[in-house]
């Protein structure tokens, strides 16, 4: 008995002293609770060095948090009880989150950066006028693949996957409209398909791609294929950047059957609390110097087009990461397809993961 | 006067069931009866027996099954030796200090160990047997599985065998009994219990397990626990995995009462 309460009192002591300890450094560093900001982004998504650059620049001291699907971010905005000032969902998360009123309209007059955005990523359709939206960072879906584990052989398209030859080669990424998109397109169907017969052929043909799927996974697909895991790889231009940048054998391709082209953008949610150093941070990252050292780090393609003199060459003119008005024109943006939609491809994308051949 | 005193001291314990147990239970079984639109509907029971989620339960359980028996293998020899040694608490300690570290920690670090160019897969190599995919496979996952849940097994049976009066096993001997007729008849029924309690403690969490699936078994392997955190996270059909949910605890209560202690009230 004695030695627990001496237990937990040294406990106590520890947590009352880590407390004091906080508290004392961040008075000193001028924060003060009121002077918070909430940022809301998906993992890995931020050059860490712009937020201690932010924090220094408006005395504003940063709360970071992640999350890893849109489906997630929505669900805890939705649920209230934190505050987050700024998120950062996708193209269809916001048209989403617009029709169940969990954005706040963004004003303009702050954003004296916004000009430097390409005028193409602005005005789109899931939010016309940026009303509540402005752009951050934007990509494609593709294959990323090692001609030297494959030896030689080159992928252009979807189909291309199916090939005998990659038996267990291929590492998803673990998202339902990915890979039932990448399905649907590989039979020249929309991603954003709701017809059920196409559907179920696209589920079929899936299936039948099984014996070359090694794993359906996460974050993790980044160190995976990087470490030569496998071969073949399905996943976002960015991540594709960032495990070329770690292995030089590595290429990257956009499939010719078409696939997804996606906007991530900054919005200020309802639960907001700090709505000027919202702006205020938005503004910052819109900034065409951080605009650059955000893309170079993260390996996403900015929507800013100053930006881009600041990058290397050998970043701005990649065409695979840039790539053309006249490839991007044949890529989808992902709808809208509503909670029951989307709750079917899910379920179509579990008894794919299922499926044992 | 004495009773007055003990009914207070019940007020905590009462108040903590009925807030952390009883309200979330009843709360899981309210939400399995909306659908993802909110409207009522036992549609969510139907779906439940449809093809898709009954194998899945299958396999859910089979895999626990595999998980529970090979920790029970591992550990019932472990801690039998554990008990023989001179420091036992020692040993103890090292055996429960694995689970001090973080889960997620441990399934990265299995990632590396088993990965094509990881030291499981040399060693492979340098015995002649030459590299195997290991990784996303059901040895991988069922290894990670047992490696995580093997100090839960051996507590409560170290615990039983400790407790067993060592003059039983002399008395057995001391009437010819042979060593496995030992074990049989004397040590392993007087242990039972221990071996009970370790069952409970590995096969319920290994029935909802879900964050190896994914990183070592790469989605090849789904369990039920999988499917509730793709609805509750991604669908946003809380419905349905209420619904999935509601089987799971059903299922564990009755795994509960099948391997409980039937000789109460010793």
Same mark, same amino acid.
């Given at each position: 008995?004695?030695? &627990?309460?001496?237990?937990?009192? +040294?406990?106590?002591?520890?947590?009352?002293?880590?407390?004091?300890?906080?508290?004392?450094?961040?008075?000193?560093? #001028? @924060?003060?609770? #009121?002077?918070?900001?909430?940022?809301?982004?998906?993992?890995?998504?931020?050059?860490?060095?712009?937020? *201690?650059?932010?924090?220094?620049?408006?005395?504003?001291?940063?709360?970071?948090?992640?999350?890893?699907?849109?489906? +997630?971010?929505?669900?805890?905005?939705?649920?209230?009880?934190?505050?987050?000032?700024? $998120?950062?969902?996708?193209?269809? +998360?916001?048209?989403?989150?617009?029709?169940?009123?969990? &954005?706040?309209?963004?004003?303009?007059?702050?954003?004296?950066?916004?000009?430097?955005?390409?005028?193409?990523?602005?005005?789109?359709?899931?939010? *016309?006028?940026?009303?509540?939206?402005?752009? @951050?960072?934007?990509?494609?879906?593709?294959?990323? @693949?090692?001609?030297?584990?494959?030896?030689?052989?080159?992928?252009?398209?979807?189909?291309?996957?199916?090939?005998?030859?990659?038996?267990?080669?291929?590492?998803?990424?673990?998202?339902?409209?990915?890979?039932? #998109?990448?399905?649907?397109?590989? &039979?020249?169907?929309?991603?954003?398909?709701?017809?059920?017969?196409?559907?179920?052929?696209? *589920?079929?043909?899936?299936?039948?791609?099984?014996?070359?799927?090694? +794993?359906?996974?996460?974050?993790?697909?980044?160190?995976?294929?990087?470490?030569?895991?496998?071969?073949?790889?399905?996943?976002?231009?960015?991540? $594709?950047?960032?495990?070329?940048?770690?292995?030089?054998?590595?290429? @990257?391709?956009?499939?010719?059957? #078409?696939?997804?082209?996606?906007?991530?953008?900054?919005?200020?949610?309802?639960?907001?609390?700090?709505?000027?150093?919202?702006?205020?941070?938005?503004?910052?990252?819109?900034?065409?110097?951080?605009?650059?050292?955000?893309?170079?780090?993260?390996?996403?393609?900015?929507?800013?087009?100053? $930006?881009?003199?600041?990058?290397?060459?050998?970043?701005?003119?990649?065409?695979?990461?840039?790539?053309?008005?006249?490839?991007?024109?044949?890529?989808?943006?992902?709808?809208?397809?509503?909670?029951?939609?989307?709750?079917?491809?899910?379920? &179509?994308?579990?008894?794919?993961?299922?499926?044992?051949? | 006067?004495?009773?007055?005193?003990?009914?207070?001291?019940?007020?905590?314990?009462?108040?903590?069931?009925?807030?952390?147990?009883?309200?979330?239970?009843?709360?899981?079984?309210?939400?399995?009866?909306? %659908?993802?639109?909110?409207?009522?509907?036992?549609?969510?029971?139907? %779906?439940?027996?449809?093809?898709?989620?009954?194998?899945?339960?299958?396999?859910?359980?089979?895999?626990?099954?595999?998980?529970?028996?090979?920790?029970?293998?591992?550990?019932?020899?472990?801690?039998?030796?554990?008990?023989?040694?001179?420091? !036992?608490?020692?040993?103890?300690?090292?055996?429960?200090?694995?689970?001090?570290?973080?889960?997620?920690?441990?399934?990265?670090?299995?990632?590396?160990?088993?990965?094509?160019?990881?030291?499981?897969?040399?060693?492979?190599?340098?015995?002649?047997?030459?590299? !195997?995919?290991?990784?996303?496979?059901?040895?991988?996952?069922?290894?990670?599985?047992?490696?995580?849940?093997?100090?839960?097994?051996?507590?409560?049976?170290?615990?039983?065998?400790?407790?067993?009066?060592?003059?039983?096993? %002399?008395?057995?001997?001391?009437?010819?009994?042979?060593?496995?007729?030992?074990?049989?008849?004397?040590?392993?029924?007087?242990?039972?219990?221990?071996?009970?309690?370790?069952?409970?403690?590995?096969?319920?969490?290994?029935?909802?397990?879900?964050?190896?699936?994914?990183?070592?078994?790469?989605?090849?392997?789904?369990?039920?626990?999988?499917?509730?955190?793709?609805?509750?996270?991604?669908?946003? %059909?809380?419905?349905?995995?209420?619904?999935?949910?509601?089987?799971?605890?059903?299922?564990?209560?009755?795994?509960?009462?099948?391997?409980?202690?039937?000789?109460?009230?010793?």
């Amino acid at each position: 008995m004695k030695q &627990l309460v001496r237990m937990f009192t +040294a406990v106590f002591l520890v947590a009352f002293v880590l407390i004091y300890v906080t508290f004392q450094l961040n008075s000193t560093e #001028g @924060y003060s609770s #009121g002077n918070t900001l909430s940022i809301y982004n998906w993992g890995d998504y931020i050059d860490p060095d712009l937020l *201690k650059q932010f924090e220094q620049e408006s005395g504003i001291k940063v709360i970071y948090q992640t999350f890893d699907s849109n489906e +997630a971010m929505m669900t805890k905005i939705a649920q209230g009880g934190t505050t987050f000032d700024v $998120a950062v969902p996708s193209e269809y +998360a916001i048209s989403k989150m617009k029709e169940e009123n969990l &954005l706040l309209p963004i004003d303009h007059s702050k954003l004296s950066n916004l000009k430097y955005i390409n005028p193409r990523f602005l005005n789109l359709s899931f939010d *016309k006028e940026n009303q509540y939206s402005v752009p @951050y960072f934007w990509g494609t879906v593709g294959i990323v @693949y090692n001609p030297k584990l494959l030896g030689g052989k080159e992928i252009t398209s979807w189909n291309d996957l199916w090939d005998g030859d990659l038996r267990n080669q291929i590492l998803l990424v673990d998202g339902a409209r990915e890979v039932i #998109g990448m399905g649907l397109n590989s &039979l020249h169907y929309s991603l954003n398909d709701t017809d059920e017969a196409h559907l179920q052929e696209a *589920k079929n043909k899936l299936n039948a791609l099984t014996p070359n799927v090694k +794993a359906i996974v996460g974050d993790e697909i980044k160190m995976l294929l990087a470490g030569e895991e496998a071969a073949v790889g399905v996943v976002w231009s960015g991540d $594709a950047s960032e495990i070329m940048s770690e292995n030089d054998e590595l290429d @990257y391709v956009i499939p010719e059957e #078409g696939s997804n082209l996606w906007f991530d953008n900054m919005v200020i949610p309802k639960t907001a609390k700090n709505i000027e150093g919202a702006h205020e941070f938005i503004n910052f990252m819109l900034d065409p110097e951080h605009a650059a050292q955000n893309a170079e780090y993260v390996g996403y393609s900015t929507p800013n087009e100053k $930006a881009l003199e600041y990058l290397p060459e050998e970043i701005a003119g990649d065409k695979r990461f840039y790539p053309d008005p006249s490839v991007t024109d044949k890529l989808e943006v992902y709808d809208n397809l509503g909670k029951r939609m989307l709750a079917h491809y899910n379920e &179509l994308f579990l008894e794919f993961k299922m499926y044992k051949n | 006067m004495q009773n007055k005193t003990r009914n207070l001291y019940l007020i905590p314990y009462v108040f903590w069931i009925l807030l952390f147990v009883i309200a979330p239970i009843l709360l899981i079984l309210y939400y399995s009866f909306f %659908d993802i639109e909110g409207q009522f509907t036992l549609g969510n029971y139907t %779906d439940f027996f449809s093809p898709v989620y009954l194998t899945m339960t299958l396999s859910s359980f089979w895999y626990a099954f595999l998980i529970t028996a090979f920790s029970l293998l591992i550990a019932y020899p472990t801690a039998y030796l554990l008990t023989k040694l001179k420091h !036992k608490q020692l040993w103890l300690l090292l055996i429960i200090l694995p689970s001090w570290i973080n889960l997620l920690l441990k399934a990265y670090a299995f990632l590396g160990i088993f990965g094509t160019y990881g030291p499981a897969n040399a060693l492979l190599e340098v015995l002649g047997i030459g590299a !195997k995919q290991i990784l996303f496979t059901d040895f991988s996952f069922l290894f990670v599985s047992v490696y995580i849940f093997i100090p839960f097994m051996v507590l409560p049976i170290y615990n039983a065998l400790e407790k067993l009066n060592p003059s039983l096993v %002399d008395a057995s001997r001391d009437l010819g009994a042979s060593s496995w007729t030992t074990f049989r008849r004397v040590i392993f029924p007087l242990t039972l219990d221990g071996v009970k309690a370790g069952c409970q403690a590995v096969f319920i969490p290994a029935l909802s397990l879900f964050m190896i699936t994914r990183l070592i078994a790469g989605n090849r392997v789904i369990t039920l626990g999988t499917a509730i955190e793709q609805h509750f996270l991604v669908t946003q %059909d809380w419905g349905m995995g209420s619904t999935i949910a509601v089987f799971l605890i059903i299922a564990m209560a009755v795994f509960m009462i099948a391997t409980g202690n039937r000789r109460r009230g010793i």
